[in-house]
């Protein structure tokens, strides 16, 4: 079992799903910036007493992530399931954002999923099976926030453009839209978000989806 790679392992979604790919047993490799983001996440993971990896990258760095991968691939394979959680979420409203502004931002929510596409779909697509998730958000635009609203729309044409190249070769491309604020015990509970990565990875093929909505646990 080759496992699961996480690219954003921060303490909200990042090491939910982590979490729950390490309980139903699969090794975890942690992929952040900082020490401190990966050393708190391998704690949290590794009470569950699967492999953990961690190893400081960024993913706008495309040959960062790519050697960042290579150790992830050496130690535990090319892994079952890719999830692409890290974000620059920032509240900007129309023309308040530099160019600079906005292409920092597009490359952290867009660009750095498409980094760690590149790397890891053709080899699971080599082996005719794997998982590639991308945290979204933003189901509607919001004018207080554009650079995300663009970014997690850019989110959705990837997940579209992964799987036309692909799908057909056994890899399952989805996005996670998150539409509210997470908080432990709240409608958007870490935890149950968490759940929705597990169920789109066991999804046999006849059943992917391609985007899951989470809009609360009551609606
Ligand atoms: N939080 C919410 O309320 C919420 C709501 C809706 C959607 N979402 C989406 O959910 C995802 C996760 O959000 P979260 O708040 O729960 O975050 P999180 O999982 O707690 O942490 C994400 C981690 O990504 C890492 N990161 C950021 N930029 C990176 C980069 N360029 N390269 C590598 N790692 C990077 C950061 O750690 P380092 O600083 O150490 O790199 C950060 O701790 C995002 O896509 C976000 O848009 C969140």
Redesign the pocket.
């Known amino acids: 079992m080759s496992g699961a790679v996480i690219?954003?392992?921060?303490?909200?979604?990042?090491?939910a799903v982590a979490r729950r790919f390490a309980a139903a047993g699969l090794p975890v490799a942690l992929?952040?910036?900082?020490e401190?983001?990966?050393r708190a996440a391998a704690d949290a993971v590794g009470a569950g007493g699967v492999p953990v990896v961690t190893v400081q990258?960024?993913?706008?760095d495309r040959a960062g992530l790519d050697a960042a991968l290579d150790t992830v691939v050496g130690k535990h394979g090319v892994p079952d399931v890719a999830v692409y959680?890290?974000?620059?979420?920032r509240a900007d409203s129309l023309g308040e954002l530099s160019v600079q502004g906005h292409l920092e931002a597009w490359a952290?929510?867009v660009v750095?999923a498409l980094n760690a596409a590149a790397h890891l779909a053709p080899a699971m697509a080599a082996r005719r099976s794997g998982t590639f998730l991308i945290?979204?958000?933003m189901p509607e635009p919001k004018p207080q926030y554009v650079s995300?609203s663009l970014g997690?729309a850019g989110v959705r044409t990837l997940v579209a453009l992964l799987h036309q190249q692909y799908g057909g070769s056994g890899v399952h491309v989805a996005s996670i839209t998150?539409?509210?604020?997470?908080a432990p015990g709240t409608d958007?509970d870490?935890d149950d978000i968490a759940e929705h990565y597990w169920r789109l990875h066991t999804q046999p093929p006849h059943l992917w989806d391609h985007e899951v909505l989470h809009a609360g646990r009551s609606r």
Do not use: E, W
């Open positions: 690219i954003g392992a921060g303490p909200g979604i990042g090491q992929i952040a910036r900082s401190p983001t990966l990258a960024d993913s706008t959680n890290a974000a620059l979420v952290v929510n750095g945290t979204g958000g995300l997690k998150v539409d509210g604020p997470i958007f870490p």
